[in-house]
């Protein structure tokens, strides 16, 4: 067998007071399992699990700011009340297993349907009302929810930081409030939210300076955001590099630490011309640290097993690692998230570390109802 060479997911990686042993992050996946939205003592035994075999950053399950819109799906944790003590515990217990974790903070907007808890009444909301569906009939947000959600997110972040988390991951990615004020199809308000691309960052910007405003200057604010939307996988928020600038430079001025671009599938450029995907086109025009995801170790990525809804009983072949590590060794990122092999196997690092790749295992979706 020849000898592959791991060490370029194997180096250290700091950012302000965040150290991480390896290169390798755990994707949020949200996996409800926390009966009365309260992380139990099998959600820590998953966190702890990870950390214990070698998984350098633990980004949790999104978990919702304290907001009665915020939350779209039963059994997701929430963030803050009695959920906090089960946090605390999942924190400490990371801890204590040598990792290192960060809660990644989530409102749906218009994705919640009435009817899910805790808040059964409230309505789904966002900057123009618009549904996943691609209809109007969420509640169209007031500069007063504007402001509570703002505030919601600041607070998650300093109970964050006050439970020993080593920073937060602020979701602005795949459709959800955030990502709804930054596209255009969901944005439609004439008020300085919406319109230019510059207005539509405008909501971003007030919760990244809200949260650098509670917390400690050393704490490390993290942005997720993508392209693709769960409501349409093929939406692009920006289509040249100097729409990306446009859209990247303020929310790095704001005060995000690293961003966190994602991908399906982390090889695939993001501009004719250049082989970079979108984390390499952010560090790029940034000079930010960058988290890249998509794909890792397996062939097929998450739309066929996760959100297609289908499942034909195959399971996703592994995939080999050599154009990561190849990515990783010419610093065009400097994170990598890993989602589904991380379901599949906790031992996932481990394994990889030690250059063990036949024992990987394929991935099946029955890891998907399971928490391990
Ligand atoms: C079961 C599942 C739940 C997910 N939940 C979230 C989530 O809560 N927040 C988020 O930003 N992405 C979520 N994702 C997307 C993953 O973070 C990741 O970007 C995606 O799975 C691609 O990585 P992979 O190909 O390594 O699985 C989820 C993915 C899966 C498979």
């Known amino acids: 067998m020849t000898q592959v060479d791991v060490s370029p997911l194997f180096q250290p990686f700091s950012c302000k007071s965040l150290h991480l042993k390896n290169r390798i992050v755990m994707a949020p996946m949200t996996r409800q399992f926390s009966p009365g939205y309260i992380p139990n003592d099998d959600v820590v035994a998953y966190y702890r699990r990870r950390a214990e075999n070698d998984v350098g950053l633990i980004i949790t399950e999104g978990t919702t700011v304290n907001h009665p819109s915020a939350n779209g799906y039963e ?13 605390k515990k999942v924190v400490d217990a990371v801890h204590g297993a040598g990792g290192k974790i960060m809660p ?19 309505p789904g909301m966002g900057p123009s009302g618009i549904t996943s569906a691609g209809k109007r009939k969420a509640h169209v947000m007031s500069l007063e929810d504007i402001q509570a959600c703002v505030a919601a997110f600041a ?10 988390f080593d920073g937060v991951e602020i979701h602005g990615a795949h459709g959800y409030l955030i990502d709804q004020f930054f596209w255009d199809v969901t944005n439609e308000r004439t008020d300085r939210y919406g319109g230019s691309l510059e207005n539509r960052l405008q909501f971003a910007i007030e919760i990244i300076e809200a949260v650098r405003a509670r917390v400690s200057a050393s704490f490390p604010v993290m942005l997720r ?3 693709w939307k769960q409501q349409d996988y093929s939406a692009r928020l920006v289509q040249t590099p100097e729409e990306l600038e446009r859209f990247l430079k303020p929310l790095a001025k704001a005060g995000v630490d690293i961003f966190h671009c994602s991908n399906r599938r982390f090889w695939e450029p993001e501009f004719p011309g250049s082989s970079l995907n979108l984390a390499g086109w952010t560090k790029e025009i940034t000079g930010l640290p960058t988290i890249s995801v998509g794909s890792v170790g397996l062939e097929g990525d998450f739309l066929d097993t996760t959100f297609s809804g289908k499942d034909d009983g195959k399971p996703v072949p592994t995939r080999s ?5 190849a990515r990783l060794q010419q610093g065009e990122f400097d994170l990598i998230a890993v989602g589904r092999a991380l379901l599949q196997d906790p031992e996932w690092a481990v394994k990889v570390r030690q250059g063990r790749f036949s024992e990987l295992k394929p991935y099946s979706k029955t890891a998907e109802t399971h928490l391990y």
Request: glycine content about 12%; cysteine-free.
């Open 75 to 87: 059994n997701v944790p929430a963030f803050h009340g009695e959920a906090l003590k089960g946090w």
């Open 104 to 122: 990644q903070l989530w409102h749906v907007g218009t994705v919640r349907k009435p009817g899910i808890g805790p808040d059964k009444e409230a």
């Open 155 to 164: 607070q998650a972040a300093a109970d964050a930081e006050q439970l020993g």
């Open 225 to 227: 955001y993508s392209q």
């Open 321 to 325: 690692f050599d154009e990561l590590f």
